[in-house]
Each structure stands twice: as structure tokens, then as C-alpha cells.
């Protein structure tokens, strides 16, 4: 059974400061997505990364899919209120299906 | 803009009642998908469909049904239902079964 893993499951943090969240796995995934989701709505799509060591960037968020296409990150630089909510990370899996993480809860504090 | 709507935000009903929640998509997908989301566990797949009256059980199927009459409609059945499927459930689509998922805002149930 493929997992992913996400770390840590919380993090509550200053504005202005910067953090990166992890999607481990020891399985190899065709594909990679990060969501985030605030409160009362559903998750909403960030990016796909599907090259192993792919990098993308969306405005003070990088993301970065491993070599072997099985772990990934996110990078939040000077991350603001706004940034509030709960990360997911969701792998392509080898059912066809994908497999989402546990996700990260982020705290932004003004 | 995709959209996918969900029948009720809020809903509570009593151990033992039957429990409809409906999802409706208008980008003519041909993937729904309905996962509980508890705190710490993530989303967990209870079933989804790739096309009308065709289904696949997910990782926790155990307690509910689906229905999938039309293409833009996707019903989960809580038969008779129970206090641990107190939860938030998340209905989705998408074009394919890995491809960017589009999700409802949501229905957070409560069974007493």
C-alpha cells in the first residue's frame, strides 16, 4: 500500500517567517499535488509537479518534487496570514487513484 | 469555473436514519469521488465512480453506498447510519482519476 507522510502535522508560526512542509514516501509516485484547504471550504489545487527534481514556484511558494519522485516540499517565504490554512499533499498512485497525505496545519500569526 | 456543490454543509441526524448526501458537477467530468476527512487522518476514499452507474469501492467502504445515475450526480447513502461516521465528507471530480481534483465545499456530519 503506497502512503504519504506529512511533516509536521501542525506549525504555528510568526508572519514573516519562513517554512517548508514535507511529503515523504518510500513508494514512487507518477505524480505529485499540493491543496490547501481553509476552514468550512474544500481542498482547492496549488500546482502538479510530475519530473523528478522539478521546481516550481507560485509567488512566495515553492514547491519541489524529489529526484526519485518520491518525496516533495513546500516552502512558504515570509508567509503571511493569509498563508492560514491546512496543506495536502496527494500522490498519483500505481491504482490509478490518487493518495492523499495526512496534511499540515499551518497557523499564520499576525 | 468548475463547480461542485454539495446538497447540505450541515447535517444531523439521529443513529440508525438513512443519510443521503448529494454532489453535483458541472464540467461533465467523468470521475466523482466521495472521501471522509477526520483531523489527523487526511482524506480517505470511500468510493468513486468513472462513469454513470459504474463504481469502485475505495479504502473504507464499509457502511456506505453510492449511486450514480446521471453523469453530473453522485450520491453517498449512509444506510443506517452510526455515531463514528460523524465526519466531514468531501466530494470531488475530476477529467481523470489522478488528474487535478475539484472539490465541493463540503458536508460535515453529525450522528447522535
Known amino acids: 500500500t503506497q502512503l504519504l507522510e506529512q511533516s509536521p502535522q501542525f506549525l504555528s508560526i510568526q508572519e514573516g517567517e519562513n517554512l517548508t512542509v514535507y511529503c515523504n514516501s518510500s513508494s514512487v509516485f507518477s505524480s505529485l499535488q499540493w491543496y490547501r484547504q481553509e476552514p468550512g471550504e474544500g481542498p482547492v489545487l496549488l500546482v502538479t509537479v510530475v519530473t523528478g527534481g522539478e521546481v516550481k514556484k507560485l509567488k512566495r511558494l515553492t514547491f519541489q518534487f524529489g529526484d526519485a519522485r518520491k518525496d516533495s516540499s513546500l516552502h512558504i517565504t515570509a508567509a503571511q496570514p493569509g498563508d492560514t490554512g491546512l496543506y495536502l499533499c496527494?500522490?498519483?498512485?500505481?491504482?490509478?487513484?490518487?493518495?492523499f497525505g495526512q496534511g499540515t496545519t499551518l497557523q499564520v500569526k499576525p | 469555473d468548475v463547480k461542485v456543490t454539495q446538497s447540505s454543509r450541515y447535517l444531523v441526524k439521529r443513529t440508525g436514519e438513512k443519510v443521503f448526501l448529494e454532489c453535483v458537477q458541472d464540467m461533465d467530468h467523468e470521475n466523482m469521488f466521495w472521501y471522509r476527512q477526520d483531523p489527523g487522518l487526511g482524506l480517505r476514499l470511500i468510493y468513486f465512480s468513472y462513469d454513470v452507474k459504474m463504481k469502485e469501492k475505495g479504502d473504507i467502504p464499509e457502511g456506505y453506498s453510492v449511486s450514480r445515475e446521471k453523469k453530473e450526480r453522485f450520491s453517498l447513502i449512509l444506510e443506517s447510519a452510526s455515531t463514528n461516521q460523524t465526519s466531514m465528507y468531501l466530494c470531488?471530480?475530476?477529467?481523470?482519476?489522478?488528474?487535478?481534483?475539484?472539490f465541493g465545499p463540503g458536508t460535515r456530519l453529525l450522528v447522535l
Open positions: 470531488a471530480s475530476s477529467w481523470t482519476a489522478q488528474e487535478t481534483q475539484y
Open positions: 496527494a500522490g498519483g498512485s500505481n491504482t490509478g487513484k490518487l493518495i
